[in-house]
């Protein structure tokens, strides 16, 4: 007798609707304060491990400096952009991600990339990956991403069952896949590789118009990256190699350093863009967005205390400046709240005050008083709360961001586009990668997707056909997969395929 199907709640019980959309309003919208099951399931998500970070938890880090180099005043008001050759002192980190501390620096993952700005005007967190793109487009997929590339909680081991059945079922991870799969998936050092914002982000000048900003940071050292064959080899023999190396670079004097640029496109674009430019799974062709040269940064520092600086770093998505913003990507929209509820629950409430996370260039004045290790004047004798009539901070209307409008009904939607997951998928197959980096993407990902379920073989190979026919065909030449089978589950809808590989 079949088994009844379990029926998903909430922590307490009240039915869940959809557990594939946050609730937004209009489309694309922001996503909105009440969506209660979101923020259940993100807050307890960042307090399912301790005391080390849920994800990133292998990482290194550096200081150094951001250099302005072009003029791009009419793109922001951002005051630490403001002027060619206004430099602003940075901490930068990278890391893996879905690995623990101990885990080896090669690992075939995608790479953090964090940069802190301590500008006059607060903290700015630049919050990336060395990838474009990610794997998923709706905050709400996140914890269940994430679990799925740790531990199977009955063996404790990581399996490439719980791993490829999620990615087979989430079409719009192709791109990321594809790129995960191929050599920028083991980067050689964390000074070779670019590092990418990812999300779309508004940004506006003095005048108050807006516009919608991609970020790159380009390695200056140039992008190298080990076959998984190295990979494999110096994870065992040295699993600290990234670590190390970006540490001795430094030392020797060899400065890591990436030239930061940005892509721009108006309001009136958006609309009519064939991309859903707030899709984080997409991005923005150069040919249509050509990148524009912005400033350097240079890494001249290496930390005194890893655990001062680099384990207690904190970044977050949500830390802007007058003139940065975020936009309506519904991943970004979680992001830029859980993080810092991440950081509360790992460091504490009073996080901020660590010297790496502090702002630098300016003080901070606030009324958020008292909590678990408060280090300062915890705002001395003045007032805590607003309005008051005792010369407590007073806000700044001036500062204030352009507003968008925004309509429609609040639920729980889909981003609507045109059936585009696989498009730039296959033309990073087709027209990006040569030879040599088809092979080795196909060896790859045969390497990981044979040691899985055969359905689920045919599930996530059927997505590499559609893709491209290349592709698809001969990943599963690799697995000994009939070949027409994939054929035919890939002219599925996604609802029709996992049903017939359930």
């Known amino acids: 007798m079949a088994k009844e199907q379990k029926k998903l709640t909430t922590n307490f019980g009240k039915p869940v609707d959809d557990d594939q959309n946050s609730i937004t309003v209009g489309i694309p919208g922001p996503t909105i304060f009440e969506d209660i099951h979101v923020a259940e399931k993100l807050a307890h998500f960042n307090r399912e491990r301790i005391p080390?970070?849920?994800?990133?938890?292998?990482?290194?880090?550096?200081?150094?400096?951001?250099?302005?180099?072009?003029?791009?005043?009419?793109?922001?008001?951002?005051?630490?952009?403001?002027?060619?050759?206004?430099?602003?002192?940075?901490?930068?980190?990278?890391?893996?991600?879905?690995?623990?501390?101990?885990?080896?620096?090669?690992?075939?993952?995608?790479?953090?990339?964090?940069?802190?700005?301590?500008?006059?005007?607060?903290?700015?967190?630049?919050?990336?990956?060395?990838?474009?793109?990610?794997?998923?487009?709706?905050?709400?997929?996140?914890?269940?991403?994430?679990?799925?590339?740790?531990?199977?909680?009955?063996?404790?081991?990581?399996?490439?069952?719980?791993?490829?059945?999620?990615?087979?079922?989430?079409?719009?991870?192709?791109?990321?896949?594809?790129?995960?799969?191929?050599?920028?998936?083991?980067?050689?050092?964390?000074?070779?590789?670019?590092?990418?914002?990812?999300?779309?982000?508004?940004?506006?000048?003095?005048?108050?118009?807006?516009?919608?900003?991609?970020?790159?940071?380009?390695?200056?050292?140039?992008?190298?990256?080990?076959?998984?064959?190295?990979?494999?080899?110096?994870?065992?023999?040295?699993?600290?190699?990234?670590?190390?190396?970006?540490?001795?670079?430094?030392?020797?004097?060899?400065?890591?350093?990436?030239?930061?640029?940005?892509?721009?496109?108006?309001?009136?674009?958006?609309?009519?863009?064939?991309?859903?430019?707030?899709?984080?799974?997409?991005?923005?062709?150069?040919?249509?967005?050509?990148?524009?040269?912005?400033?350097?940064?240079?890494?001249?520092?290496?930390?005194?205390?890893?655990?001062?600086?680099?384990?207690?770093?904190?970044?977050?998505?949500?830390?802007?400046?007058?003139?940065?913003?975020?936009?309506?990507?519904?991943?970004?929209?979680?992001?830029?709240?859980?993080?810092?509820?991440?950081?509360?629950?790992?460091?504490?409430?009073?996080?901020?005050l660590i010297p790496v996370n502090s702002p630098k260039g300016v003080m901070a004045n606030n009324y958020q008083r008292d909590g678990a290790m408060r280090v300062d004047d915890n705002g001395g004798g003045g007032p805590n709360y607003y309005p008051n009539s005792f010369q407590g901070p007073e806000p700044q209307p001036e500062m204030a961001e352009p507003a968008l409008e925004f309509s429609g009904k609040a639920a729980r939607q889909p981003y609507v586009h045109p059936n585009d997951d696989f498009v730039q998928a296959g033309t990073l197959y087709r027209k990006v990668m040569n030879d040599e980096a088809r092979e080795h993407l196909i060896g790859n990902i045969v390497d990981h997707l044979g040691n899985a379920q055969k359905r689920i073989q045919l599930r996530q190979t059927a997505l590499f056909y559609k893709a491209d026919t290349e592709y698809g065909t001969r990943v599963a030449q690799g697995l000994k997969l009939d070949a027409k089978e994939v054929e035919r589950l890939a002219k599925m809808s996604q609802e029709e395929r996992a049903k017939a590989t359930k």
């Open 52 to 352: 080390e970070r849920v994800v990133h938890a292998k990482g290194a880090g550096a200081g150094g400096y951001f250099e302005v180099t072009h003029d791009v005043t009419k793109y922001t008001r951002a005051k630490f952009l403001s002027k060619i050759g206004k430099r602003t002192e940075v901490f930068a980190r990278f890391s893996t991600v879905g690995g623990e501390k101990g885990s080896a620096d090669t690992a075939r993952d995608p790479r953090g990339f964090a940069v802190k700005f301590y500008t006059e005007e607060g903290n700015y967190d630049m919050v990336g990956n060395n990838t474009p793109v990610f794997f998923i487009r709706d905050v709400i997929k996140f914890p269940d991403f994430i679990h799925t590339q740790k531990r199977n909680p009955a063996t404790n081991a990581k399996d490439p069952d719980m791993f490829w059945d999620f990615l087979s079922l989430t079409p719009e991870s192709i791109h990321q896949v594809t790129i995960l799969f191929s050599d920028r998936g083991t980067p050689k050092s964390y000074r070779h590789m670019n590092g990418y914002g990812g999300h779309t982000f508004k940004f506006w000048n003095a005048k108050g118009e807006y516009f919608w900003v991609k970020i790159h940071f380009k390695t200056v050292q140039g992008i190298q990256n080990y076959a998984r064959q190295e990979a494999t080899r110096l994870a065992g023999e040295n699993p600290d190699i990234a670590t190390d190396d970006l540490y001795q670079a430094i030392e020797r004097g060899e400065y890591p350093a990436w030239d930061v640029q940005f892509q721009i496109m108006k309001p009136e674009q958006v609309n009519t863009y064939k991309f859903n430019p707030f899709d984080v799974t997409k991005v923005l062709p150069h040919a249509d967005f050509p990148v524009i040269p912005v400033g350097r940064m240079v890494l001249n520092r290496n930390p005194q205390n890893y655990f001062a600086e680099v384990e207690q770093s904190a970044f977050c998505p949500g830390n802007f400046v007058p003139g940065i913003g975020p936009s309506p990507d519904k991943m970004l929209q979680g992001r830029i709240i859980f993080y810092h509820d991440a950081h509360r629950y790992r460091l504490g409430p009073n996080y901020h």
